[in-house]
C-alpha cells in the first residue's frame, strides 16, 4: 500500500520543475533554436529563402574590425568585473558580518538601483556626465577646469555606468557566500597570531571563492551582453558587440548577420567563463584539501 505514495513523492520535484522547464522551452530554448537556424541562412534577410550557409560566420572572423570589437568586448567586461570584485568584495563581507536588522536596510539599499528602469538609469547618467551636467558643474564650480569636459561618448563612461549597473550582483554574490563562514575560524587565525591579511588571504577569500566567482561571471556575461549603455553612453565612439548586434537587427534588420554574431558572443563568452572556473578550481584544489571544506 505503500508504493503508490513512495512513487509520488519521487515525482514531486519533477512535477515542481515542469512548469518552470516548460517556461523556459517555450519562451527561450525554442526562440534561441530559431535564431541559430536563422544564423545559418544564405541571405541578409528571414525572407530571402531557405539554405545552409556559414558566410555570415565566415565575415565576422575575416574581418579584423568585428575581431577587435569582440576583443576589446571582453576586456571591458573583465575590466568592469574587477573593478566590481574591488568594490563589491569588502562591501559584501562588511555586510556579511552585520547584525540581520542593520543588514537588512544596507541590502534595501544596495538592490534599490535594480528596481529602476535601465533606460531611466541610463538618461540619469546623461543628464549626469553632459556638457551641462552636474559633474561639469561641481568641476567649474571648483575651478579644477576652465570649460565644460567632453565625458560622455568615450570607453570610461561607458566603464563607470557599466559598474554603477551591475555592482549590486556581485556584492550580493559574495554577501551570501560570506554569511555562510563561521567567524570563528577568523578568531581561531587571530589567536594563532595571524594578521588581518593572512587571515583573508588563507581564510576568508578561499572560502568566499565561489561567491567571487559567481558574482565574476554574472558581471561579466551581463557586460558583455549590454548594448543600450554602449549605445547611449558611448555613441559611436564605443563599439561593444551587443550594441553592434542591436543596430544589425533592429536598424539594418539584417536577422542572419545579428543572429551570428550573438551566437559568437554567448559560445565565446560561455567558453571563456568556463576556462577561467576551470582554472580557478584547479588553483584551489592544488592548495589542498583545506580550501575545499
Known sequence: MKEPFANRGALTPALLLAPMILLLAVFLIVPTLGLLRASFLPGSHLLDGSGFSLNHYIRFFSDSYYSSVLLET?????????????????????????APPARRWRIIIVIMPLT???????????IILGRNGVVNSLLLGLGISSAPKQLL????AVLTVLVQQFLPFMILSIMSVVAQIDPVL????????????????????????PGILAGFNLVFVLS??????PRLIGGNRVAMLGSLIYERIMAELN??????????????????????NALAACRLFAKGPHYAR
Open 186 to 209: 577568523e578568531h581561531a587565525a587571530a589567536n594563532l597570531r595571524a594578521n588581518r591579511f593572512a587571515t583573508f588571504r588563507k581564510i576568508v577569500i578561499p572560502l568566499a571563492m
Open 153 to 156: 561618448f568615450s570607453r570610461p
Open 74 to 98: 571582453f576586456v571591458d567586461g573583465a575590466i568592469v568585473s574587477l573593478i566590481c570584485l574591488a568594490i563589491g568584495f569588502p562591501t559584501g563581507y562588511s555586510l556579511a558580518r552585520l
Open 255 to 276: 536577422w542572419p548577420s545579428g543572429a551570428a554574431m550573438a551566437f559568437i558572443l554567448l559560445v565565446s563568452g560561455l567558453g571563456l567563463t568556463a576556462m577561467l
Open 224 to 229: 558583455i551582453s549590454a548594448f543600450i549603455t
Open 116 to 126: 529602476l528602469s535601465l533606460v531611466v538609469i541610463v538618461f540619469g547618467w546623461l
